[in-house]
Antibody, heavy 117, light 108 residues
Framework: EVQLVQSGAEVKKPGESLKISCKGS????????IGWVRQMPGKGLEWMGA????????RYTPSFQGQVTISADRSISTAYLQWRRLRDSDTGIYYC??????????WGQGTLVTVSS | EIVLTQSPATLSLSPGERATLSCRAS??????LAWYQQKPGQAPRLLIY???IRATGIPARFSGSGSGTDFTLTISSLEPEDFAVYYC??????????FGQGTKLEIK
């Protein structure tokens, strides 16, 4: 069974750094793109970018380019989303997704990130 | 950036009725369109990809149609568990995927 299991909720202050994780199982992790989607409180879904774990090639939408870093550790089938300096506006739920063909076919349960002074 | 506009924003129907949700793209996305369902407190779930292909395990009452700029998600006969928010997503312009703003399907 394919599963994406994300790390737990985080509460941070503005300016702090953060790295959240997404562990894949039940499939060959390296050969599927992993994407990240943001959902701000009470709002819709925003595509952030994705990475191909086999070669660590990552692409970002312009809104998130330079704001976050997507990475992966193939040896433990885990993808990461990282911020160097959090802002209040980074508050939201972050989902990792497996990319397959024409869809995001499996979703993690989401990680709630709260940034507040 | 390709903008997706979903309509209506909210759709109020009763169980057993037919639901028709629309998604319009600002430019052609061919058939590279997916639909997702999200219930409160849950992650979204894939329903339809490539405009009309049902994902694994999705009931036959869900169907997708369209190509180019106009797409439709139809639920033929609403079940109580179908009341949720539905999002379309264009996958034509990698990596600039975008989602529509969502349609909330509520019980009348």
């Amino acid at each position: 069974e394919v599963q994406l299991v994300q790390s737990g909720a985080e509460v941070k202050k503005p300016g702090e750094s953060l790295k959240i994780s997404c562990k894949g199982s039940g499939y060959r992790f390296s050969t599927y793109w992993i994407g990240w989607v943001r959902q701000m409180p009470g709002k819709g879904l925003e595509w952030m970018g994705a990475m191909y774990p086999a070669d660590s090639y990552a692409r970002y939408t312009p809104s998130f380019q330079g704001q976050v870093t997507i990475s992966a550790d193939r040896s433990i089938s885990t993808a990461y989303l990282q911020w160097r300096r959090l802002r209040d506006s980074d508050t939201g739920i972050y989902y990792c997704v497996r990319e397959h063909g024409g869809s995001s076919d499996y979703w993690g349960q989401g990680t709630l990130v709260t940034v507040s002074s | 950036e390709i903008v997706l506009t979903q309509s209506p924003a909210t759709l109020s129907l009763s169980p057993g009725e037919r639901a028709t949700l629309s998604c319009r793209a600002s430019q052609s996305v061919s058939n590279y369109l997916a639909w997702y369902q999200q219930k409160p407190g849950q992650a979204p779930r894939l329903l339809i990809y490539d405009a009309s292909i049902r994902a694994t395990g999705i009931p036959a009452r869900f169907s997708g149609s369209g190509s180019g700029t106009d797409f439709t998600l139809t639920i033929s006969s609403l079940e109580p568990e179908d009341f949720a928010v539905y999002y379309c997503q264009q996958r034509s312009n990698w990596p600039l995927y975008t989602f529509g703003q969502g349609t909330k399907l509520e019980i009348k």
